[in-house]
């Protein structure tokens, strides 16, 4: 299943600046999915993250990890942000940064269903850069119900 920015948007509420995921390359229901962000040096956390050497925070990377791995929860569970119902992070475990992420690079992501329980729902994830990890994390995101008027 390859999901475009539309897409995208129909599953997430994040927008500019905060959408971290470019498009879905594959999606296999209950099982994993793949994607992409590309990195561009006019996005604006390389104004202050570093001057002059431009990095991708790590919490950046989580957070677009979270937000592949929350597409899959929604498409697994057979909801969206219009039913109601939204992820928010829950937890992050075993984090390791292997490389840095810099302008020009596309980040590619694949995660994992690891466990799917009541309200949560928890992801071994990866990101990387032609074929290099970046990063590797597990990571729990939790279900929320959330206002219909928010969503929009």
């Not at 509420?13 to 296999?28: C, G, K, M, N, S």
């Not at 989580?62 to 219009?82: D, N």
């Amino acid at each position: 299943m390859l999901i475009d920015i539309d897409g995208i948007f129909d599953y997430l509420p994040h927008r500019y600046p905060f959408l971290l995921v470019d498009r879905v390359t594959q999606l296999i229901v209950g099982e994993r999915i793949h994607g992409y962000k590309n990195v561009t040096f006019n996005e604006e956390m390389f104004n202050g993250h570093f001057p002059g050497k431009p990095i991708m925070p790590g919490v950046l990377i989580l957070e677009a990890m979270a937000q592949i791995s929350g597409i899959l929860a929604f498409e697994t569970r057979g909801s969206r942000p219009s039913d109601g119902k939204n992820y928010l992070f829950g937890g992050v475990e075993k984090a390791r940064f292997r490389r840095p992420v810099i302008p020009g690079d596309r980040l590619d992501f694949v995660s994992s269903l690891a466990a799917d329980r009541s309200m949560m729902v928890k992801f071994d994830c990866e990101a990387s850069v032609d074929g290099d990890l970046a990063c590797s994390a597990s990571l729990t995101i939790v279900e929320q119900e959330i206002s219909l008027e928010s969503v929009s």
